[in-house]
């Protein structure tokens, strides 16, 4: 038989390391005769981080006995940075980071900037993320309508203004109102002017007994 032969006796078949830890397949290698040869690391969005894809000579080759196995082995899905996606509206950047193997989740904020453009990214511009993760978009609520007040407890009125993005200011006695002590009877913007976010609202409310 010629020397050259692939099945020739001085060569073995290259067992199958795939799928195995680092350190199974070096033990493995060992054992069946090779020598343990470099570890190469390569992304991959199928095969866990740590786990052997290949080796080098292939699966099924035929090497010498004593020969060199390199290892390649999956570091994880592979990795992107965050664009600079601020100011841009929500949609473009949603559709740029799908385009990068990234999940999106989109949630408003208050803000005065644009209705609908980017204020925020979670993980943030520059940072890195895996293909597969999930991004938050923070995106702009815009200047808001003032919500109408009038006829609420003070209470009431007050969380459904912050709730708004608005702030209450030092309410106003009205002395001259019939309603409920505590009511609000008045507001100062006025309910569906459109106003910036933080904007101070006055209250005026009742103090009949």
């Given at each position: 038989m010629?020397?050259?032969?692939?099945?020739?006796p001085?060569?073995?078949s290259?067992?199958n390391?795939?799928g195995m830890s680092?350190?199974e397949?070096?033990a493995?290698i060992?054992?069946?005769?090779?020598?343990?040869g470099?570890?190469?690391?390569?992304p991959?969005?199928?095969?866990?981080?740590g786990?052997v894809?290949?080796s080098d000579p292939?699966?099924?080759?035929f090497?010498?006995?004593?020969a060199t196995?390199?290892?390649?082995?999956?570091s994880?899905k592979k990795t992107?940075?965050i664009?600079d996606?601020i100011?841009?509206n929500?949609?473009?950047?949603a559709?740029q980071?799908?385009?990068l193997?990234?999940?999106?989740?989109?949630?408003?904020k208050?803000?005065?900037?644009t209705?609908?453009?980017?204020v925020?990214?979670?993980?943030?511009?520059g940072?890195t993320a895996?293909?597969?993760?999930?991004?938050?978009?923070?995106?702009?609520?815009?200047?808001?309508?003032?919500p109408?007040?009038?006829g609420?407890?003070?209470?009431?009125a007050?969380?459904?203004?912050?709730?708004?993005?608005?702030t209450?200011?030092?309410?106003?006695?009205?002395?001259l109102?019939?309603?409920?002590?505590g009511?609000?009877t008045?507001q100062?913007?006025?309910a569906?002017?459109?106003q910036?976010q933080?904007t101070?609202?006055?209250?005026s409310?009742?103090?009949y007994?």
């Amino acid at each position: 038989m010629c020397s050259s032969d692939l099945s020739a006796p001085d060569k073995v078949s290259v067992p199958n390391y795939a799928g195995m830890s680092v350190t199974e397949a070096k033990a493995k290698i060992v054992k069946d005769g090779f020598t343990v040869g470099d570890t190469i690391q390569e992304p991959s969005d199928t095969v866990d981080e740590g786990t052997v894809i290949r080796s080098d000579p292939a699966y099924g080759d035929f090497a010498e006995k004593n020969a060199t196995i390199d290892l390649v082995v999956s570091s994880g899905k592979k990795t992107v940075t965050i664009p600079d996606l601020i100011g841009q509206n929500k949609a473009t950047a949603a559709d740029q980071l799908k385009a990068l193997g990234l999940k999106v989740t989109l949630k408003p904020k208050a803000s005065d900037d644009t209705k609908d453009n980017v204020v925020e990214i979670d993980p943030g511009v520059g940072e890195t993320a895996r293909v597969g993760d999930r991004v938050t978009v923070y995106f702009s609520q815009g200047p808001q309508k003032v919500p109408n007040v009038v006829g609420m407890t003070l209470d009431k009125a007050v969380s459904t203004l912050e709730a708004a993005g608005f702030t209450v200011g030092p309410t106003q006695d009205d002395n001259l109102s019939t309603d409920p002590k505590g009511t609000v009877t008045a507001q100062n913007p006025p309910a569906g002017s459109t106003q910036l976010q933080g904007t101070k609202i006055t209250l005026s409310v009742s103090t009949y007994e």
